[in-house]
């Protein structure tokens, strides 16, 4: 058995992390959030220490390295905004426990060099979670695509709605969230790449606060992508249907059907983990680069590639 502390337990995501450790068999030791609205813990974890500042929760697992060693942790999961990854990569690893962190790793493509150096200074590794990657589906994609020389025409629609908190929280920040295509597409953009090789070119076609379109050079694609928070954005079924989310991805017209099996991929990322695989930092630098790329790019028009939802307005 593992012992683990959470970091950003009161987050969206957070719930996910924690049902992957209870169900991989492992515990959880110590939470930490600034909000304080976290009896989720009581479902899974009831005995796990709380705290609200993050220097309390540091001096706590300090503590627990130096002097309780049955309950020094092995991992931190790291569920914090976008812009704090970093920050808590280097907590773990100067705990001497190794980091499983949210997407996306860091916003900054330069933080990655500092942290590989870290690998080697602490012995610790950083985990990402890059969950479409074990979605047996988009495995099955990976298998049948991974072996050609053909060059794909591949469509990525991401659409999913969020009310005006989301501009007020910071996710709406850029510099907090890495913005839209960071926030809710590396996932995606991680994906395309796994399955079609390295980036040769970008472009940006349509830049906003809550949308984002443009194209991508794939060594065997070509990716028309659209990203977008705005709920009018939705199809019109989605809307009928009271759908918050639409996602589709088409390789050469074809529909890529992924939109069962999520419920469980971040336990059998930790299952990996554990057993010694997982994703590092050298697996999920590509599409860090290529979403730095995108958030400081300049528009550029380029009829024959625009999405199709570009070319129906």
């Keep these: 058995m ?36 976290v009896g989720i813990l009581d479902r ?24 309780y060693p049955e309950d020094k942790i092995d991992f931190l999961s790291i569920c914090t905004p976008n812009h704090l990854h970093d920050a808590h990569i280097r907590l773990a690893l100067r705990l001497h426990a190794d980091a499983i962190c949210e997407k996306p790793l860091v916003i900054k493509p330069w933080n990655l060099d500092a ?22 589906a988009l495995i099955a994609i990976r298998d049948k695509f991974k072996k050609t020389n053909k060059k794909h025409d591949v469509v990525l629609t991401y659409i999913t709605s969020r009310g005006p908190w989301y501009k007020y929280s910071w996710k709406g920040d850029i510099n907090k969230s890495g913005g ?29 606060d809550d949308k984002m379109a443009g194209f991508i050079e794939l060594q065997n694609a070509n990716v028309r992508w659209f990203l977008s928070t705005d709920r009018f954005d939705l199809p019109q079924e989605a809307l009928d249907s009271k759908q918050t989310t639409y996602r589709l991805i088409t390789v050469d017209g074809e529909e890529v ?8 991929l971040h336990t059998v990322v930790y299952q990996e983990i554990l057993d010694g695989k997982g994703f590092g930092i050298s ?24 999405h199709p939802f570009l070319l129906n307005k």
């Design 283 to 306: 697996d999920a630098r590509p599409s860090i680069e290529l979403v730095y790329k995108i958030r400081n790019s300049s528009l550029e028009n380029k009829f024959d590639y625009l």
């Design 180 to 208: 839209i295509a960071t926030n809710i597409g590396i996932h995606f953009f991680d994906f395309l790449i796994w399955v079609f090789g390295p980036v040769l070119n970008s472009e940006v076609h349509l830049y906003a």
């Design 257 to 264: 059907e992924f939109t069962k099996g999520f419920t469980d």
């Design 115 to 136: 942290l590989e150096e870290l690998e080697e200074e602490t012995g610790r590794k950083v985990y990402n979670i890059l969950q479409l990657r074990v979605h047996p």
């Design 44 to 67: 899974y974890f009831p005995d796990a220490s709380f705290f609200t500042e993050i220097e309390r929760f540091d001096r706590h697992l300090e503590k627990l390295r130096k002097h």
């Design 2 to 37: 593992k012992n683990f502390a959470i970091s950003g337990v009161g987050g969206y995501i957070a719930p996910r992390h924690l049902q992957a450790i209870k169900d991989t068999g492992n515990r959880l030791v110590a939470a930490v959030d600034i909000h304080d609205s």
